[in-house]
Each structure stands twice: as structure tokens, then as C-alpha cells.
């Protein structure tokens, strides 16, 4: 069973940064790609970015691109999300996710496994 865990969320002031961690206890953590999302209320879930079992990103939307990094360490079952240069408009619910399939990992529907999310709020 995987059960993913999100911290870091918070509070933090535009062009401020701040660092997601998504932990999974289980033991086959390092065979699922992992992603992240994010979502604002009356919206659909937004692929922010993923990271394949082989420690590959995918490439990011233009909305994060050079401002989000992803990273894994597979050893500590873990994944982060590294958000520099935040905006007011970053403001959402992320969401970490993990993927048996590794492909076609900014699509949604390609993962089986959700967080609950955490909550990240930026300030004008």
C-alpha cells in the first residue's frame, strides 16, 4: 500500500521560496514516477512536475519553468519540490502523486496514488 505524506507548506511572501516533501513508507517507493500538482478551488488539478523512478524529470509547464525544481531520494523514499521565486499566483493546494507507469507522467490520470495535500499561500 502507498501512502504518500506531504509537507512544507505554508504561508510565504511573493519572491519568497519554499520546499515540498511527499514521503511514502512503502517499500516500493522507488519504482513509481513521481509527480506534483496543484489545484485552486473552481478549478481542474494543474501539472506542476514529475520525476521518473530513473531520477528523470519531465519537462515543466511554463508556469514553473525555471522557478520549480523537482528532486528524489530514493534511499529516504522521498520526493521534493524546490519552489523559488514564488508568486501570488502559486497560491494552491499541491498535491504529491505516484505513478506504477513512469509515462506520461503530467497527465492526471496516469497516477494511482494520491496525498492529501498541502497548502501553499503567497502574499502580494
Known amino acids: 500500500q502507498v501512502l504518500l505524506v506531504e509537507s512544507g507548506g505554508g504561508l510565504v511572501q511573493e519572491g519568497g521560496s519554499l520546499r515540498l516533501s511527499c514521503t511514502d513508507p512503502?517499500?516500493?517507493?522507488?519504482?513509481?514516477?513521481m509527480g506534483w500538482f496543484r489545484q485552486t478551488p473552481g478549478k481542474e488539478r494543474e501539472f506542476v512536475s514529475a520525476?521518473?523512478?530513473?531520477?528523470?524529470?519531465?519537462p515543466y509547464p511554463e508556469s514553473v519553468k525555471g522557478r520549480f525544481t523537482i528532486s528524489r531520494d530514493n534511499a529516504k523514499n522521498a520526493v521534493y519540490l524546490q519552489m523559488d521565486n514564488l508568486k501570488p499566483e502559486d497560491t494552491a493546494v499541491y498535491y504529491c502523486?505516484?505513478?506504477?507507469?513512469?509515462?506520461?507522467?503530467?497527465?492526471?490520470?496516469?497516477?494511482?496514488?494520491w496525498g492529501q495535500g498541502t497548502q501553499v499561500t503567497v502574499s502580494s
Open positions: 520525476i521518473t523512478r530513473w531520477g528523470e524529470p519531465t
Open positions: 502523486a505516484a505513478s506504477q507507469g513512469n509515462y506520461y507522467l503530467s497527465s492526471f490520470d496516469q497516477y494511482d496514488y
Open positions: 512503502g517499500r516500493a517507493f522507488s519504482t513509481y514516477g
